[in-house]
T-cell receptor, first 114, second 118 residues
Framework: AQSVSQHNHHVILSEAASLELGCNYS??????LFWYVQYPGQHLQLLLK??????LVKGIKGFEAEFIKSKFSFNLRKPSVQWSDTAEYFC????????????FGQGTELSVKP | DAGVIQSPRHEVTEMGQEVTLRCKPISGHDYLFWYRQTMMRGLELLIY????????DSGMPEDRFSAKMPNASFSTLKIQPSEPRDSAVYFC????????????????FGPGTRLTVL
C-alpha cells in the first residue's frame, strides 16, 4: 500500500538551530510532493511543492526541501528556526496517476523554544 | 477569493444524533476532498469528488458516513448516527485541475470543523 513516513513525531529545538524533518514515501511511479504546515489552531497551508525540475525546492518563510528520487525522500530543511515556526508539519505525496489525491504522513510537531 | 469555507466551525452533539458538515470550495476548482484529523490516526482522506462526482470513497469509515456534492459550490459530509469515536477535526479542501496537469493539483484547505460527540 502507498504510504508516507515521517520519521520524527515531535522535534524540540532552540531558536536559531537548524532543522531537518524526514519524509519517505512508498510509491514506485512519478509523484508530486508537498509539505504543508499547520500552525496551532489553524488549517493546513502549503509550505512548498515539487512537481519536476530542480530537486531542491524553496518555499515560503525560508524553508526548502530536497527530492532524492533514489531514496524516495523529500526532507524539509531550514537553516535557522524561529519561535514562530512552532507548528505541525505534514509531508504529502500525490501519485501521478491518481488525480488530485494526496497521501499524508503522520505529521511532525515542531516546538521552538525562544 | 474567500478560500474554502466550512461550517459550522465547532459542533458538539450527543451520541446517536445526525451531524451534517458543510463545505464551499474555491470557485472554479474541480476537485473537492474531505479529510478527518485525529491525534491517533493523523490526517485521513475520507472521500474526494471530481466535477461533483465521487471518485474515491475508500476512506469513508463505515456506512454511517455519507458525502454528497449536489453542485460545484457545495458539499456535505453527514454522519448518522454519530458516535464518540467520530470526534475529530474534519477538513474540506479543493483543488484546481486534475493531477495529470502536474502543476495544478495543489490543495487548498478550509479552516475545519471541530466535532465533539458526547
Amino acid at each position: 500500500a502507498q504510504s508516507v513516513s515521517q520519521h520524527n513525531h515531535h522535534v524540540i529545538l532552540s531558536e536559531a538551530a537548524s532543522l531537518e524533518l524526514g519524509c519517505n514515501y512508498s510509491y514506485g511511479g512519478t509523484v508530486n510532493l508537498f509539505w504543508y504546515v499547520q500552525y496551532p489552531g489553524q488549517h493546513l497551508q502549503l509550505l512548498l511543492k515539487y512537481f519536476s525540475g530542480d530537486p531542491l525546492v524553496k518555499g515560503i518563510k525560508g524553508f526548502e526541501a530536497e527530492f532524492i528520487k533514489s531514496k524516495f525522500s523529500f526532507n524539509l530543511r531550514k537553516p535557522s528556526v524561529q519561535w514562530s515556526d512552532t507548528a505541525e508539519y505534514f509531508c504529502a505525496v500525490n501519485p501521478y496517476n491518481q488525480g488530485g489525491k494526496l497521501i499524508f504522513g503522520q505529521g511532525t510537531e515542531l516546538s521552538v523554544k525562544p | 477569493d474567500a478560500g474554502v469555507i466550512q461550517s459550522p466551525r465547532h459542533e458538539v452533539t450527543e451520541m446517536g444524533q445526525e451531524v451534517t458538515l458543510r463545505c464551499k470550495p474555491i470557485s472554479g476548482h474541480d476537485y473537492l476532498f474531505w479529510y478527518r484529523q485525529t491525534m491517533m490516526r493523523g490526517l485521513e482522506l475520507l472521500i474526494y469528488f471530481n466535477n461533483n462526482v465521487p471518485i474515491d470513497d475508500s476512506g469513508m469509515p463505515e456506512d454511517r458516513f455519507s458525502a454528497k456534492m449536489p453542485n460545484a459550490s457545495f458539499s456535505t459530509l453527514k454522519i448518522q448516527p454519530s458516535e464518540p469515536r467520530d470526534s475529530a477535526v474534519y477538513f474540506c479542501a479543493s483543488s484546481p485541475l486534475p493531477g495529470y496537469v502536474r502543476s495544478y493539483n495543489e490543495q487548498f484547505f478550509g479552516p475545519g470543523t471541530r466535532l465533539t460527540v458526547l
